[in-house]
């Protein structure tokens, strides 16, 4: 069975850092590349940083550029998502997702082509107060 725990979501001040973990399971494949997406009350998920297991080609939205970082340790099938300089637009429930293809493309990291064809877990919430 696919699995993937996203961890280390929480409530935290405006300026403030969180990290969120995610680790997988029962995946066909231990080298997909792996996406964080963000879902925010009453709007649409969007990406919000990808990055290839296998290079350090990593994408970003613009709206978190500077402020989140994205990385992994495969040694423990884990992806991190190191956030930093929060602010109450950051407030979301925070999703990973393994995209089952060989190379990240930006046309993979979308959340478009995810929500078809990626494995989702079942997200952390992330609050931020002003």
């Known amino acids: 069975e696919q699995q993937l725990l996203e961890t280390g979501g929480g409530s935290v001040q405006a300026g403030g850092s969180l990290r969120l973990s995610c680790t997988h399971s029962g995946l066909p494949s231990d080298d997909y590349p792996m996406g964080w997406y963000r879902q925010a009350p009453g709007k649409e998920r969007e990406e919000v940083a990808c990055i290839d297991l296998h290079s350090d080609n990593t994408i970003y939205a613009d709206s978190v550029k500077g402020r989140f970082s994205i990385s992994k340790d495969a040694a423990t099938k884990t992806t991190y998502l190191q956030m930093n300089s929060l602010k109450p637009d950051d407030t979301a429930i925070y999703y990973c997702?393994?995209?089952?293809?060989?190379?990240?493309?930006?046309?993979?990291?979308?959340?478009?082509?995810?929500?078809?064809?990626?494995?989702w877990g079942r997200g952390t919430q992330v609050t931020v107060s002003s």
């Open positions: 997702a393994a995209l089952p293809v060989a190379r990240l493309t930006s046309a993979y990291c979308a959340v478009s082509w995810g929500q078809i064809h990626a494995y």
